[in-house]
């Protein structure tokens, strides 16, 4: 029998074996995954685990900055399915699911065969918010994926043949903070940046520190910053907004479009009742309501955390949606599948906060945790190990280490 066959062949379930199908490969999909896999030797009865990505590559967003300053490489944040799977048995599809059946317990694919289920797992994350904003679909550039930060790549190499580059970022959050500090130091004398938000404050959902410590990374670089501003168009020529009653146009050579996500939709006609934010509601154990044998994580789910500052915003009793909240999510529905497959009790799931970290600029982030904040370029090395020890598989982070530590392959 050839490889490809035998391989092939190993990948058939077994009559007798539990299906798994998961849905989605980033921080929630790919992880719970990985965790399946190892804990495979626990299952009373042979596993055999489905993965459906439409991606070739694995997307590590916090790292995603890194590529525009040269800090990291497209294979470091972004390893390809086939490498970190290769050792695994875990059955990859590299296709769009379209549609999940409940009842029939099966999920429709774009182009592959459907796939029946014993156990599903919903992990499909956020997309951009649909926009409203005259010409922002057209005009502005979004930065989400790996694709996303090679478009952006491809647009400053034109861009930095001439004298002056100027760019706009839509939004104060998270990513219109560290994209603005990296591109202002990727483009050094020759940038002009400029961040225009509609709320009152940079980075609204993060500790005081952190909001000090990237104001003072974004005057450092002389980028502008326009708060309480509310965006109304943005044409070829940049970005028109309204500021202390009057309108402003600020002229761009490229516009960078972060102004939020929201969590996927669910795929079928059997949707569950969404919360406010269009998240999936999960019991504890992040099952969804009635249906045991289905649990939803990461961005798309309501995931509890209670304890968090509920009573400022109730929003605060769930997990936030982020890469830490999904990774941990990932690992703990591994754990209560395997306990659901042998009977076992399951257990609840436990968000622990860890703290934030925010690049600002290159070699320069700010890390708060444990009542501890560093900056600088302490913070810059601090953040890079931590976000090492979360990338996925032993072999592609001694593959990245080995590369760090400039040691041969
Ligand atoms: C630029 C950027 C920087 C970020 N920085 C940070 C940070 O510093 N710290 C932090 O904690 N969080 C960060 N985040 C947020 C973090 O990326 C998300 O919260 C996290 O990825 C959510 O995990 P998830 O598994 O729910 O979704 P994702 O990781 O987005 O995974 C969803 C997967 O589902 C796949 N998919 C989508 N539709 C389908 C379909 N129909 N069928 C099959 N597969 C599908 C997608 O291709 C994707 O791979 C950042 C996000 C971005 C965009």
Redesign the pocket.
Known sequence: MSLKRALSADLKPATDAVRICI???????LYCALALHQRLKQSPRPIHITL????DR??F??L??ELLTQELAPWEIAPAYRELLKHTNLDLRQ????HIDLTQQSVTLRHGEPIPYDYLVV????QMRPPTTPGSQTHSLP???LHDAEQLERRLNDLEQSPKVRVVVAGAG??GV?LACKLSDRLGSRGHVTVVDRRSEILRSYPQRIQRAAARALAKRGIEVYLDAAIEAVDASGLTFGYEGQTHHCPADVTLWTVG?VP?SW?GNNAPKLTPLGQCPVRPTLQLPNYDNVFV????AAMPAPGRDSQSDPSRNRAP??????YQAGPAVAHNLLALIANRPLKPFVYNHLGD??TLGQREAVVCGFGLCITGRLGAVSRRWAYWLRLPTHAHRWRVLKHWLGLRS
């Open positions: 849905l989605g490969g980033g921080f929630g999909g459906v990505e439409p991606r694995f997307n967003t916090p995603l900055y296709d769009w699911a379209e992990a499909l994350g956020s930065f989400n994926t998270p990513s560290e996500t996927r795929l994580l990461g961005d798309m949606t982020t890469a830490q909240a999904a970290m925010l």
